[in-house]
Antibody, heavy 116, light 106 residues
Framework: QVQLVESGGGVVQPGGSLRLSCAGS????????MHWVRQAPGKGLEWVAA????????KYADSVKGRFTISRDNVESTMSLHMNSLRADDTAVYYC?????????WGQGTLVTVSS | TTLTQSPAIISATPGDTVNISCRAS??????LNWYQQKPGEGINFIIQ???SLVPGVPPRFRGSGYGTDFTLTIDNMESEDAAYYFC?????????FGQGTKLEIK
């Protein structure tokens, strides 16, 4: 069955960096676009970034543009989110989601806490 | 596109019909989905393209609407339906979400 597993979350100081990963299994990873979505504590969800199935195109929310970079490795069936210049308002659970024209499967999420 | 979801919290008794609204700030055709989130269980895809039930989802879940006004209806609600529900528009980037509705059991 389709599985998405995020990893890499943790506590980081403001201004720091972190790299999140999403491992896909149970489907042909290279055939699907992928997304990152986040949910701050007690808040609604926010779309963060998207990458096309072949990695040729990417899109970012204005709130992370220039600080976050989405990438993928279709050989390893993984997607990454490189996060730089982290701020307190980046604190959230980060989810990866598969794109079928919309989101069908989601991972369980990984918590990123930006705090000194 | 801003999605305004209401109510924020709803308390219902098993057997009730529950309605959750999602209003878009501009026309999004039927590019709206509904999801269910339960603590520790992840996020489940329940309604796609405004009104199509995702395979495997109980038929007591119904979606309706087009353009800017959408509704998720749970007929004859069951206690296992207690969860957080949210809508997503995928008509255009940046994709956006409703603020969510917490469905509680009375």
């Amino acid at each position: 069955q389709v599985q998405l597993v995020e990893s890499g979350g943790g506590v980081v100081q403001p201004g720091g960096s972190l790299r999140l990963s999403c491992a896909g299994s149970g489907f042909t990873f290279s055939s699907y676009g992928m997304h990152w979505v986040r949910q701050a504590p007690g808040k609604g969800l926010e779309w963060v970034a998207a990458i096309w199935y072949d990695g040729a195109f990417t899109k970012y929310a204005d709130s992370v543009k220039g600080r976050f970079t989405i990438s993928r490795d279709n050989v390893e069936s993984t997607m990454s989110l490189h996060m730089n210049s982290l701020r307190a308002d980046d604190t959230a659970v980060y989810y990866c989601a598969r794109d079928i024209g919309t989101f069908d499967y989601w991972g369980q999420g990984t918590l990123v806490t930006v705090s000194s | 596109t801003t999605l305004t979801q209401s109510p924020a919290i709803i308390s219902a008794t098993p057997g009730d019909t529950v309605n959750i609204s999602c209003r878009a700030s501009q026309d999004i055709d039927d590019d709206l989905n509904w999801y269910q989130q339960k603590p520790g269980e992840g996020i489940n895809f329940i309604i796609q393209e405004a009104s199509s039930l995702v395979p495997g989802v109980p038929p007591r879940f119904r979606g309706s609407g087009y353009g800017t006004d959408f509704t998720l209806t749970i007929d004859n609600m069951e206690s296992e339906d207690a969860a957080y529900y949210f809508c997503l528009q995928h008509d255009r980037f940046p994709y956006s979400f409703g603020q969510g509705t917490k469905l509680e059991i009375k």
